[in-house]
């Protein structure tokens, strides 16, 4: 949701029943998004949770014992990043940034000053993607459950 401004008055927005339900639908929508989440394929739960949504987006995926099972998992964006991003995971299963069904490669830092194009990211490591994406993708068959959570910020 974008916060739209209404006119001045004097100096003093106008207080109006309009201008007001604008604002607290706004503080609403970024202090309480809505969660979209899906069951892992073995066990647990991957929760999405994206709080701003114009032109800069947020998004926090918590990760409770999550495993996968034989297929890949996919946990779509509320709303679509369009140019670039920049991701910092914890414990996870390995995943991938998707966009319209076609997995696009990212920028891993590997070291300082180094890093590697590659299609996915694993436990504790941050990369650019330098595209847009509308869908977080978990690879299938994960060795082991996680509970970690993964932060992107970006455009």
Do not use: C, R
Not at 57 to 68: E, G, P, Q, Y
Not at 79 to 84: G, P, R, S
């Amino acid at each position: 949701m974008v916060y739209t401004p209404t006119s001045w008055v004097n100096g003093v927005t106008a207080a109006n029943a309009a201008h007001m339900n604008n604002i607290e639908n706004w503080i609403s929508a970024t202090d309480q998004p809505a969660a979209v989440s899906v069951s892992g394929g073995s066990s647990g739960t991957a929760t999405l949770y994206q709080p701003l949504t114009g032109i800069v987006k947020i998004v926090v995926i918590a990760l409770n014992n999550f495993k996968t099972g034989g297929s890949a998992q996919n946990l779509a964006l509320t709303t679509a990043f369009t140019t670039i991003g920049y991701m910092s995971v914890t414990d996870i299963v390995p995943l991938s940034t998707v966009l319209s069904s076609v997995v696009k490669n990212m920028n891993v830092i590997t070291s300082i000053g180094s890093v590697t194009n590659n299609a996915t990211i694993s436990s504790y490591q941050t990369a650019s993607i330098p595209q847009g994406f509308d869908t977080i993708q978990f690879q299938a068959s994960a060795s082991s459950a996680h509970t970690g959570m993964v932060f992107i910020v970006g455009i």
